[in-house]
């Protein structure tokens, strides 16, 4: 038959062809779309005791239309993605009923009972007790898995060339890792920040240093990543009492450094912390850095006599490590400044009363630990240069 774009009307029908649903007419379908580039509908029983979730990727960027083309075969991507953590973690995703390459379409486990974190810290609630660490044990074991420690040389090349992306890894290099540091349409940002937008332009050692990270995000083929991984791409509740982390969205997976994926999480993290910060709330929010470092480490090294490669040894763990860690601040970074003068913006504080306090101590942030990545080599150096912007 071909790609079809689905439509609300159309999910009885699809579910029932894909074998997920028997009774048509028992099927009550909704549309929550709310990223920037899906169509997400939810289907349930006219009861509510089954739900199930279908998430399509569109020939186009959703929020632009199609004067933006995308492949769709970033669904392939994801598929992927769920497929190799679901080895590892699997309690950290969505359950994954199907996917549908033709259509490139995922059906899901229904998440709706279950809140986006970035929602909850913008109503001023809190991470909760495990939600960090639960994140950093996702990202080792993921990585870990699928680098050449976890995996054999083979299975690890073909997983390579499976997982090229170059589509998706073009935006990131141009939306993240270059286009706020340079005139380009895509850039906008509140007219209250002009002068650090134009200051960051014409900071020849600034663009230096995120040349330096764009190439190691282009070359270093650590392991699989998830690829946009933000505050906005976890889902956290409670279901029996336990508390739920979901990491969902990994359509931006590709093979490259590890440290993108903690730096992403940890620039939301920071910005949060200003966003709290400027209302007046508790800033406690860089703390959760070190929780989500230390359940990573702690995981990755738990894992390391499994390496499938004796040469490393654990004195090359050490020197892994740390520039996993030098990665991750670096790339933290990046994510701050393209997520305020770059193209897409986060409500965080787009929803501020007056979002120029908050947005200008987090440009200088976001500097700071592009330029500084290398001697902020720990949690307490990060928070000294956080405490150090008043």
Partial sequence: MGYRILETDDIPAYL??????????????????????????????????????????????????????????????????YEQVAKVAPDKIPVVHGYDPENYALVMEDMSDLEVLRTLLNEGAAYGPHTSARIGEFV??????????????????????????????????????SEPYVEHEHNHWHPGLDDLAAAFR????????????????????????HGDLHTGSVMVGRRRGEPVVRVFDPEFSFVGPIGYDLGLYWANVLVSE??????????????????????????????????????????????????????????????????????????DLTTLPDPVPASRRALLLGRELILRRAELTDVDAVRAVVESLG
């Avoid at 420690?149 to 073909?158: D, L, T, V």
């Avoid at 763990?317 to 991750?328: I, N, P």
């Fill in 140 to 177: 080792a074991q993921f990585s870990f898995a699928t680098s050449d420690f976890g995996m054999p040389s083979a299975e690890r090349k073909a997983l390579i060339a499976a997982s090229v992306s170059p589509e998706l890894c073009k935006i990131t290099e141009d939306v993240v890792l």
């Fill in 16 to 81: 029932a062809e894909r074998g997920h649903w028997n009774d048509v007419a028992d099927i009550r379908v909704r549309e929550v779309s709310d990223g920037n580039m899906n169509r997400v509908f939810l289907a349930s029983s006219a009861d509510g005791t089954r739900s199930l979730a279908v998430k399509q990727a569109l020939p186009w960027v959703r929020v632009a239309g199609p004067s933006w083309p995308m492949n769709p075969d970033r669904a392939d991507a994801e598929a992927r993605a």
């Fill in 274 to 347: 200003e966003r709290a910060r400027a209302l007046g709330a508790a800033t406690d929010h860089a703390d959760q850095i070190g929780l989500s470092w230390a359940a990573f480490e702690a995981e990755f090294r738990r894992l390391w006599p499994t390496r499938v490669d004796a040469f490393f040894d654990d004195a090359y763990l050490d020197r892994f490590l740390r520039r996993v860690w030098t990665d991750a601040v670096g790339y933290a970074g990046t994510e701050i400044v393209r997520r305020i003068i770059g193209f897409a913006h986060l409500t």
């Fill in 202 to 225: 014409a900071d020849t050692r600034l663009r230096t240093e995120v040349a330096d990270l764009r190439h190691t995000f282009m070359t270093s083929a650590q392991a699989l990543l």
